[in-house]
T-cell receptor, first 110, second 116 residues
Framework: QKEVEQDPGPLSVPEGAIVSLNCTYS??????FMWYRQYSRKGPELLMY????GNKEDGRFTAQVDKSSKYISLFIRDSQPSDSATYLC??????????FGSGTKLNVKP | DGGITQSPKYLFRKEGQNVTLSCEQN?????MYWYRQDPGQGLRLIYY???????QKGDIAEGYSVSREKKESFPLTVTSAQKNPTAFYLC???????????????FGDGTRLSIL
């Protein structure tokens, strides 16, 4: 059983659409959850992190954690072609150690 | 600009050969990590180091070795004992706070290793 599950996609949307990316995870006693964006042949870059549950917003991005249903979401408003990338979610399982999902590939069409 | 530099970008290994992947950071981070990324799988932790001259095995350490002689450097050796080394290797660093608490990990741009 994978510790963090993501739909691999690809998810294809028109420019300007609202994108919803989701992960499910198994039990976690730890509190940190992260979203990374990874462009092709590049390393992941941290987009957002959340602590415990609830929402966190940063510009066009909103991260949401629902601990009761073990669900992590990333919403992208007004999506742009430059948002086309693979999005990785991660959850902490030990101090400074994380399980990563396999990523969802997003394609935003102009 | 501060960051993490991985080299080479592409690397080819012959059967029975050991190869070493370089990771250098100038972020003054204490902790460094090596991950392996395979298609359809999440990043998996190979080794990590919280401080110079100390490192611990991650979830898939077999067939790999590391050293941490300098704060800036954390090279990974893929030995001939690693039977399926073809993957994208990512190095990361972070700076845990004074209580050992969480801080985000920053990644390099990876090394793609293939078998000849």
């Amino acid at each position: 059983q994978k510790e963090v599950e993501q739909d691999p996609g690809p998810l294809s949307v028109p420019e300007g659409a609202i994108v919803s990316l989701n992960c499910t995870y198994s039990n976690s006693a730890f509190q940190y959850f992260m979203w990374y964006r990874q462009y092709s042949r590049k390393g992941p870059e941290l987009l957002m992190y959340t602590y415990s549950s609830g929402n966190k917003e940063d510009g066009r991005f909103t991260a949401q954690v629902d601990k009761s249903s073990k669900y992590i979401s990333l919403f992208i408003r007004d999506s742009q072609p430059s948002d086309s990338a693979t999005y990785l979610c991660a959850r902490e399982y030990n101090f400074n150690k994380f399980y990563f999902g396999s990523g969802t590939k997003l394609n935003v069409k102009p | 600009d501060g960051g993490i530099t991985q080299s080479p970008k592409y690397l080819f290994r012959k059967e029975g050969q050991n190869v070493t992947l370089s990771c250098e950071q100038n972020l003054n981070h204490d902790a460094m990590y090596w991950y392996r990324q395979d298609p359809g799988q999440g990043l998996r932790l190979i080794y990590y180091s919280q401080i110079v001259n100390d490192f611990q095995k991650g979830d898939i350490a077999e067939g790999y070795s590391v050293s941490r002689e300098k704060k800036e450097s954390f090279p990974l050796t893929v030995t001939s004992a690693q039977k399926n080394p073809t993957a994208f290797y990512l190095c990361a660093s972070s700076n845990p706070d004074i209580w050992g608490g969480w801080q985000p990990q920053h990644f390099g741009d990876g090394t793609r290793l293939s078998i000849l």
